[in-house]
C-alpha cells in the first residue's frame, strides 16, 4: 500500500468522523473552547481574596481597583461564556474575552513570558474562529455588483488568522533535547502545525492534533492526581484547561474547514 493510499484511507476517516459528528461536534467544540475561561472565571470567585492581594501587591492599584479587577474578571468569563454556548450575542461575548485576554496578560506580566503569551494568543486564535463561524459571508456594498473574491471575505480572513494563531500553542510543545523520540514528536508536530497554518489536508492534520493534544492533556496535566494545596495544582490545572481550549479550536477548524485562503481552496481551482 503506498503512501497516497494511506493518505486516502485516513482522509475518508477524517471526512466519516465529519458526517457523524456534524450535528454535535460545533457544540462540543464550543464548550472545549470556553472552558478556560469558565475555570478561571469560576477561580475568580473561590479566590477572590488572594487574587485581589496579588493585584494589589504587585501594581499598588490599592484594594478597590483590585476588587474591580477580579469582578471584571469573572463577570466578563462567565457572562461570556453563557452567551458563546447558549448563542447570543456571540460577537460581543467573543470581543468580551478578547479583552479579558488582554488584561490578564497586562496584569499577570504574560507579555514577558514568552510561553504563556503564545497560550493566550492560542486563545485568541480559538476566538476568531468562533467568530468566523458566526459571521456570514461579507456582502457588496452595491447591490448587483460581484464581490471582489470569497476569499478575502472577513469570515475567511478570522479562519486564516485564527489556525495561524491556533498552532502557537504546540510551539510551547516542543522538546529542544537530542533524544530520539523528542526528535520525532518535534517533526510530526511541527509538519502537522504547518499543514494546519496552511491550510493543506487541513480537517486530517486538525483531528491528528486533536488526538495528540488529548494525550498530553491527560498524560501530563491530570491535576485532580496532584492534592489542591500544592501549587503544582493550580499549574497543571491552568495548563489542563488551556490545552482544552486549543482542542475546541481545532475542533471549529474541522466543522468550519480551512475557509476561502487555504491551499485545500486553491486545490480545488487547480
Known sequence: MGHGDLMSQAEDVADQFLRVTKHYLPHVARLCLVSTFLEDGVRMWFQWAEQSEYI???WGCGRFLAYVFVLL?????LGGCVLILSRNFVQNACFTLFGIIALQTVAYSILW???FLMRNLSLGGG???LLAE?????RSVFAGVPSLGHQSSPKHLLQLGGRVLLVLMFMTL???DLSLFSILQNLVGTALMVLVAVGFKTKLAALTLVVWLLCINFTFNCFWTVPSYKPMHDFLKYDFFQTTSVIGGLLLVVALGPGGVSMDEKKKEW
Request: proline share 0%; aromatic share 4%; hydrophobic share 40%.
Open 56 to 58: 494589589d501587591s504587585t
Open 73 to 77: 474578571n469573572l463577570l466578563g468569563q
Open 113 to 115: 513570558d514568552l510561553k
Open 127 to 129: 476566538l476568531l474562529l
Open 134 to 138: 458566526c459571521r456570514g459571508e461579507a
Open 174 to 176: 516542543l522538546h529542544f
